[in-house]
């Protein structure tokens, strides 16, 4: 199974960016994305089941991001809104092989496959 994330980029605060992440060799998996800024432990930021009527978000990017997917296209997305300074960092997306059709997992040690990072930086 491989990940490849991409979207990132260097936006002003206010401003969006849609991060997507395509996977292959493998459907139907649960995925998440997660951020890391360099000496900090890999964050959670947003998870959508395998079955997309589910998703997950933390706290600090609940009402301004958006996790979706297209599974036709085994890809998901995280569309980025109302950015601010402290969104910036890598961006991970990762999937979980767990089958239960409303796994939304918040912890990185639930996710079985990462993809390498897209870097998101929001100048203020």
């Known amino acids: 199974v491989q990940l490849q994330a991409c979207g990132g980029g260097l936006v002003q605060a206010g401003g969006s960016l849609r991060l997507s992440c395509a996977v292959s060799g493998r459907t139907g998996l649960a995925m998440g994305w997660f951020r890391q800024n360099s000496g900090k432990e890999r964050e959670f930021v947003a998870a959508i089941a395998r079955t997309p009527g589910f998703t997950a978000y933390t706290d600090s990017v609940k009402d301004r991001f958006t996790i979706s997917r297209d599974n036709a296209k085994n890809t998901m997305y995280l569309q980025m809104n109302s950015l601010k300074p402290e969104d910036t960092a890598v961006y991970y997306c990762?999937?979980?092989?767990?089958?239960?059709?409303?796994?939304?997992?918040?912890?990185?040690?639930?996710?079985?496959?990462w993809g390498q990072g897209t870097l998101v930086t929001v100048s203020s």
């Open positions: 990762a999937a979980s092989s767990d089958g239960t059709y409303y796994n939304t997992a918040r912890a990185p040690r639930e996710y079985d496959y």
